[in-house]
């Protein structure tokens, strides 16, 4: 299986600061022949379902604020959110759609400090 | 709109079984992988399983195999996840959700119902 780590478990940011989370897989999700990371971003806000923001590691879904941006390849991962709202506070997730088991990160807590 | 709305879960012993069911409207439901995916009050995701769109692929996860069934019927838009033996570790929201892929699955998820709470105790 492939195992996601995230960073930090929890990180507090200033209204209209940037905030990074990581993420690490312990396999490559690059698919070389097709030169796509299959690494999706999930953000879960209190008491709702997660929502899809990015996949193949960089494209953001419709609708999703451009301030979200995914960056990465290979085993090497970050979601930045460049200026933080009130809205954003969520647990975010990472997950790795290269192989079965799919298998997600542990969750960053995001809060406004 | 697409709407996924999952239902069935409830309090049942160690042992027992339960039904879960997910109603899905607003798309060709046909054309699409769907999932189940859980969460431990408290806890992150788990992938638990998917089927294919025409119900002819299953997957599970190590930690259902054998206990856990997932089906659909596409006449019906809905999909159904039979779950026997529980244990107090299946104690989780389970959450139904459309893969990202059209015609194809990409496994990736989106998007999700509320979710419905499991609870497996004596």
């Known amino acids: 299986d492939i195992v996601m780590t995230q960073s930090p478990d929890s990180l507090a940011v200033s209204l209209g600061e940037r905030a990074t989370i990581n993420c690490r897989s312990s396999?490559?999700?690059?698919?070389?022949?097709?030169?796509?990371?299959?690494l999706a971003w999930y953000q879960q806000k209190p008491g709702q379902p997660p929502k899809l923001l990015i996949y193949?590691?960089?494209t953001r879904e419709s609708g999703v604020p451009d301030r979200f941006s995914g960056s990465g390849s290979g085993t090497d991962f970050t979601l930045t959110i460049s200026s933080l709202q009130a809205e954003d506070v969520a647990v975010y997730y990472c997950?790795?759609?290269?192989?079965?088991?799919?298998?997600f990160g542990g969750g960053t807590k995001v809060e406004i400090k | 709109e697409v709407q996924l709305v999952e239902s069935g879960g409830g309090l049942v012993q160690p042992g027992g079984s339960l039904r879960l069911s997910c109603a899905a409207s607003g798309f060709t439901f046909s054309s699409y992988w769907m999932h189940w995916v859980r969460q431990a009050p408290g806890k992150g995701l788990v992938w638990v399983s998917r089927?294919?769109?025409?119900?002819?692929?299953?997957n599970y996860a190590d930690s259902v195999k054998g206990r856990f069934t997932i089906s659909r019927d596409n006449a019906k838009n809905t999909l159904f996840l039979q779950m026997n033996s529980l244990r107090a570790e299946d104690t989780a929201v389970y959450y139904c959700a459309r893969d990202f892929g059209y015609d194809f699955t990409v496994n990736c998820f989106d998007p999700w119902g509320q979710g419905t709470l499991v609870t497996v105790s004596s």
């Open positions: 193949w590691a960089s």
């Open positions: 089927i294919k769109g025409d119900g002819s692929t299953k």
């Open positions: 396999q490559s999700v690059l698919h070389s022949s097709k030169n796509k990371n299959y």
């Open positions: 997950q790795q759609y290269f192989s079965s088991p799919l298998t």
